[in-house]
């Protein structure tokens, strides 16, 4: 049973649009979420966090939405660069901490068309 | 700060054989996860490590073990290996404290032939 979903494998967005990557969770005692970037050959980094105490947090380019009621969660990139091609992979926690074991998703392949 | 360091990058085993791998964590952090990623199931958590103690476990077999030594560092143990063992392992460290993310290294690649 996948507890975090990320529905489209692949996304082609082109250079200077937003990019938006969504993601949806059933497990209800989630309360913290990641999303980490992963280049081949690399391991995943770390890209941005929201806590279930809020809707929204923004850190430059990248924006992250929650919509607990949903069980939904979505990654803006404004404006989309080249160097964002890569595989982007939905997270989440159960103990509001990022050591307890964290939940993927199998990741989406964004694409950044010049 | 230098990342978390993972050796090696690539092995090579047989079904039957056993093989160790080895994570070293960012300077001052106590806690050190690990991660198998497969094309099927993606990333999947095999247990956490916590001041030389197993904080958490996934679900795996007991083929998969780990440990953590004083230092924080932190080796995982795969025995009796079977081809669907043929994977990227990650290891991932985090300071612990509340909603810190983890930071990866990246990765071993295992092969079993």
């Known amino acids: 049973d996948q507890q975090v979903k990320q529905n489209s494998p692949s996304l082609s967005v082109q250079e200077g649009r937003i990019s938006i990557l969504n993601c949806d969770y059933t497990?209800?005692?989630?309360?913290?979420f990641l999303w980490y970037k992963k280049y081949p050959a690399e391991g995943p980094t770390f890209l941005i966090s929201i806590s279930s105490i809020k809707d929204k947090n923004e850190d430059g380019r990248f924006t992250v939405f929650l919509n607990k009621s949903a069980k939904h969660l979505s990654l803006h990139i404004v404006p989309s660069q080249p160097g964002d091609s890569a595989v982007y992979f939905c997270?989440?926690?159960?103990?509001?901490?990022?050591?307890?074991?964290?939940?993927f998703g199998k990741g989406t392949h964004l694409i950044i068309q010049p | 700060k230098a990342g978390v360091t993972q050796t090696p990058r690539y092995l090579i085993k047989t079904r039957g054989q056993q093989v160790t791998l080895s994570c070293s964590p960012i300077s001052g952090h106590r806690s050190v996860s690990w991660y198998q990623q497969t094309p099927g199931q993606g990333l999947q958590f095999l247990f956490e490590y916590f001041s030389e103690t197993q904080r958490n476990k996934g679900n795996f077999p007991g083929r998969f073990s780990g440990r953590q030594f004083s230092n924080s560092r932190s080796e995982m143990n795969v025995s009796t290996l079977e081809l669907g063992d043929s994977a990227l392992y990650l290891c991932?460290?985090?300071?612990?404290?509340?909603?810190?993310?983890?930071?990866f290294g990246n990765g071993t690649r295992l092969t079993v032939t």
């Open positions: 997270a989440a926690s159960d103990s509001g901490g990022g050591a307890d074991g964290l939940t």
């Open positions: 991932a460290s985090s300071s612990d404290s509340r909603n810190s993310p983890l930071h």
């Open positions: 497990n209800s005692m989630f309360d913290y």
